[in-house]
T-cell receptor
């Protein structure tokens, strides 16, 4: 069974501070990991996926297979980063390919 | 290019009733996935349709069923509604079913009384 755990339901930081949103996963095969974001009154949208190795809006995430983690990081948080963040996983092949398993989400608040 | 749309926005039903939710996929996308998001939880995968065929199902009972039409729009049907079915139902479309980026609609909020 595949599972995604986001241990923090709420995370508060001040503008300009570094931020790290934690994500741990459980999957027996080779996973693909994603971060989705939902800003206030907007729909869920993809922030980044590990295979693209992009930095989006200053956010990066590294897949650590040894620790089964995919933490999201940004060196200097901005107020517009305040949102709900979901970590998600899919199997990279097989019958679970393309079916997302989400964590419970972390609400990030960036204070001025 | 039109994004994913869902209808209706909100819906109130009573226990035992049946409901149909609709989703129009983004132009050019042939795959639709449905998710249930209970309050305070992350979305949970219900099922996926690829070119009008069911292509995977999550841990949901058979009273949750779906359809995909030739234009790739999709319906989610829920029979014999239960109180626990109250949730936000999200649909997402993608170019294909092999891990392509999923684009989400705004969701339908279903309340079962």
């Amino acid at each position: 069974a595949q599972r995604v755990t986001q241990p923090e339901k709420l995370l508060s930081v001040f503008k300009g501070a570094p931020v790290e949103l934690k994500c741990n996963y459980s999957y027996s095969g080779s996973p693909e990991l994603f971060w989705y974001v939902q800003y206030s009154r907007q729909r869920l949208q993809l922030l980044l996926r590990h295979i693209s190795r992009e930095s989006i809006k200053g956010f990066t995430a590294d897949l650590n297979k040894g620790e089964t983690s995919f933490h999201l990081k940004k060196p200097f948080a901005q107020e517009e980063d305040s949102a709900m963040y979901y970590c998600a996983l899919t199997g990279a092949g097989g019958t679970s390919y393309g079916k997302l398993t989400f964590g419970q989400g972390t609400i990030l608040t960036v204070h001025p | 290019e039109t994004g994913v749309t869902q209808s209706p926005t909100h819906l109130i039903k009573t226990r035992g009733q049946q409901v149909t939710l609709r989703c129009s996929s983004q132009s050019g996308h042939n795959t639709v996935s449905w998710y249930q998001q209970a309050l305070g939880q992350g979305p949970q995968f219900i099922f996926q349709y690829y070119r009008e065929e069911e292509n995977g199902r999550g841990n949901f009972p058979p009273r949750f069923s779906g359809l995909q039409f030739p234009n790739y729009s999709s319906e989610l049907n829920v029979n014999a509604l239960e109180l626990d079915d109250s949730a936000l139902y999200l649909c997402a479309s993608s170019l294909g079913h092999r891990g392509d980026t999923q684009y989400f609609g705004p969701g339908t909020r279903l309340t079962v009384l």
